[in-house]
């Protein structure tokens, strides 16, 4: 017989054993030779029986492994679904992002048939360089008693105002001069005045802009977190005349 499944397997046996009762008390009725040959077929189908309950023993033994897998592979879908819901619930505000290049500008060559001069066009805005926001990695390694009580949304709140200020800086920066106002002219003489030999070229802003282009208070709150900017190498300082300049890195 051809057992292909569980059920069938068990009504299998169950037909045997009930062949083997029926034989059982067949047997106290006679001695006959003809039924010692019964009894026979009888010893080679009780045979048959044990074989089938290995069978059957070793089949609920692979189901009972099988089960406890899948218990095993629920409690870890059940953790990773917790760890997926924990994570789309406290998404970061601010990600951390790639700062495009420093430079902002690029060298266009002219037509090979013409002899204009090479022409230098100006990039967007978004080409001025921007402080990263901080990981959570660079977050949880910062000391304790810089961090204190900061979070990581403060952080890189502060980034963001400190981003804002350069940008908003830069841009004034990057304006035509007859196309500026008369206060917007005195921020670009002031922008100049803060230059020096070290900083050409560098994206740095000084307390004034900070007042200038955000709500942010430079307090001592705001100074504990530049101490935690520059030990994130987001930033250094450069102190000349009596000025503080923070220079994005």
Request: glycine share 4%; with cysteine.
């Amino acid at each position: 017989m051809d057992v292909t499944g569980l059920e069938d397997l068990i009504e299998h046996i169950n037909a045997k054993i009930s062949a083997v009762k029926t034989i059982f008390q067949l047997k106290s009725l006679t001695s006959d030779k003809e039924k010692r040959q019964v009894l026979k077929k009888l010893n080679q189908d009780i045979l048959v029986i044990n074989e089938f309950l290995n069978k059957l023993e070793a089949q609920i033994f692979h189901q009972v492994e099988t089960l406890r897998s899948l218990k095993d592979l629920e409690e870890m879908y059940g953790e990773d679904m917790k760890e997926l819901i924990y994570l789309s619930e406290h998404i970061p505000a601010h990600m951390p992002k790639k700062c495009p290049p420093q430079s902002m500008e690029v060298i266009v060559q002219a037509e090979p048939r013409e002899t204009k001069p090479e022409k230098k066009i100006s990039k967007p805005w978004n080409s001025i360089k921007e402080m990263e926001f901080i990981t959570m990695a660079e977050f949880e390694d910062i000391p304790g008693y810089m961090k204190g009580r900061l979070t990581y949304p403060q952080v890189n709140s502060v980034i963001q105002d400190f981003n804002k200020a350069v940008v908003g800086k830069y841009k004034i920066m990057q304006l035509p001069v007859k196309s500026l106002n008369n206060a917007s002219r005195k921020l670009l003489q002031r922008f100049k005045d803060e230059e020096l030999k070290t900083t050409k070229g560098l994206y740095f802003i000084v307390d004034a802009d900070i007042k200038e282009f955000t709500q942010m208070k430079v307090d001592k709150k705001f100074h504990g977190m530049l101490n935690i900017l520059r030990h994130c190498r987001r930033m250094r300082e450069v102190r000349d005349g009596g000025l503080v300049r923070y220079i994005v890195l």
